[in-house]
């Protein structure tokens, strides 16, 4: 089970006065994790296509709230409002626009520094705390600062990701990993249809809309995601230098991890002849009962062909979670799925066209949360997505029969 997916839940029909207290709680935590960045590497990291330079990414949240709130003079018709309504001209546009400011030149921008920056989002958060407090009641009235939050959590977990890469020393006992309980029953499902997908009131991203009706197969599907002590097996096995179990993509994904990390997952290492984890820059005994985390979409693949399992589709686990809350645990890690990321039926992109349209067909569904995702963005229904090479993700997988 996952006891954060009824807030998850709430959030997205919360009124102003929580909302409000959730935007303070939550520019906290990323002044934090900036914090930590700032003392770790002087806010320098490598230019590299996962990552951005930490104090842009501190500019653009507090840019991306004005974009759609100080500056939108429709913010009032929430997902109906034009996205192409004028807006009052701002600097920070040059800046801070992810739609129109090139990924690897954002190293080069002439930033404000920190303590400016810093100051900037406080004037920012004050100016949308008091839009919020004469904000309609109502899911228009409260839609884009609903999804100003939760974007500025999506970003907080980008920075955890980030501090996992470079080694910051997190030591937030939030953002540790779950172990896991031993067992690992399958829960069965008879065929039959199901409608996958977002309605009803409250806050939804685009990708989620058109709840559409589909068949599934009868299935038995875990009921945890796969731990350590699940997964070395199959390293152990040398399953990384065993094509047949890996598809043509897996393949050719897998001949350049050999070339750069070798026959084993990243973070991982033998030491001794014992394995052990890196986690915030420190290498550990690897605790069998731990999640197996940052795993890429192929070797997830690539197990489950060693296992003789597959992978779940997003809507027969989003069946699992939504009809068996307490036997189908999951927020350990980020969860791959068997589904490509394409539009459900009826897709019409909302306002933040950037979020989901350009990404469709590229991408690959990943289902849950993870132990470093705020308890606000988990919920049952919620759609992520990446591309299926990324290994610097908090992912992992959990298996269904054959």
Known sequence: MNPSAPLGQAIRQADAPALAQAMCASRQDTLALFALGQAACAGLVPQRPELNPPLWELGHIGWFQTWWLARNAQRGRGAAADADALRPADAGDALYNSGQVPHDSRWALPLPRADATRAQLHAQLQQTLALLSDAPAGDDGLYFFRLAL???????????????????????????????????????????????????????????????????????????????????????????????????????????????????????????????????????????ALPASHLCFFEAEAWCAWAGRRLPAEAEWERAAVTQPAVFDWGAVWEWTASPFTAYPGFAAHPYRDYSAPWFGSRQVLRGASFATQPRLHHPRYRNFFSPDRTDLFAGFRSCAV
């Open 150 to 288: 939760l974007h500025e959590d999506m970003h907080h977990e980008a920075g955890l990701t980030m501090a996992q890469a470079l080694g910051w020393p997190v030591a937030d006992a939030r953002w540790q990993p779950p172990p896991l309980a031993d067992a690992n029953t399958a829960l069965v499902f008879d065929a039959g249809p199901w409608m996958l997908g977002h309605s009803g009131p409250g806050f939804a991203f685009d990708n989620e809309l058109g709840a559409h009706r589909v068949h599934l197969p009868a299935s038995r599907i875990d009921s945890r995601v796969q731990r350590w002590a699940d997964f070395l097996p199959f390293v152990d096995a040398g399953g990384y230098t065993q094509s047949r179990f890996w598809s043509p993509a897996g393949n050719a994904w897998r001949a350049a991890h050999l070339a750069d990390v070798g026959p084993q997952p990243r973070h991982l290492r033998l030491h001794a002849g014992a394995w052990q984890q890196n986690r915030w820059g420190r290498w550990w005994p690897v605790n069998p």
